[in-house]
């Protein structure tokens, strides 16, 4: 069994018009909410393996909280260019080329990309994955390769702004 957690960048900010949208980093609330997120991990005793993120600098920075937060090495850290607004086509090339000694992986992304790719994995659809939301799904397989025909099961999906489940 392998398992599978999407997550979008935390709140990024908008304050600095003359940035490339690639370069906008988190504000004060992305700061606050990539940490939280990933503590909400760590409290279900998920443990990630290997990260795999968007070079853009707010899904980095997500994706470094929760890292840190989660104390994954940085040899488990990966930047794939690619996942920068990656269509459905290149999660799942990620996603098959992934180490298979992670039992888990996790890979941060932008909208609309995110949300369209998690609600093509299973029955359960999402209108929106929001700043810093997670989506996670378990899937049938020993090989990350074998990922696109193998059975997926939704495990869970969680966001900041989602007070049930916080702890």
């Not at 609330?29 to 290997?50: F, N, Q, V, Y």
């Not at 949300?115 to 090989?143: E, S």
């Amino acid at each position: 069994m392998k398992y599978l957690i999407l997550v979008r960048h935390a709140k990024s900010d908008w304050g600095n018009p003359s940035l490339r949208d690639f370069d906008r980093p988190l504000n004060e609330r992305g700061k606050k909410d990539a940490p939280e997120m990933a503590g909400r991990l760590k409290s279900k005793k998920i443990k990630i393996d290997g990260i795999y993120t968007s070079a853009a600098k707010r899904a980095a920075k997500t994706a470094k909280a929760f890292a840190e937060t989660m104390d994954i090495k940085n040899k488990h850290f990966h930047f794939k260019e690619d996942l920068y607004l990656a269509s459905s086509e290149i999660f799942h090339e990620v996603i098959t080329d992934a180490d298979n000694d992670y039992e888990t992986i996790a890979l941060f992304s932008h909208n609309e990309g995110i949300t369209y790719f998690a609600n093509r994995l299973t029955n359960v659809r999402i209108d929106n994955i929001p700043t810093c939301g997670v989506f996670a799904v378990k899937i049938n397989c020993d090989r990350w390769k074998d990922f696109e025909k193998a059975e997926k099961e939704f495990w869970f999906f969680d966001y900041p702004k989602n007070v049930t489940t916080a702890s």
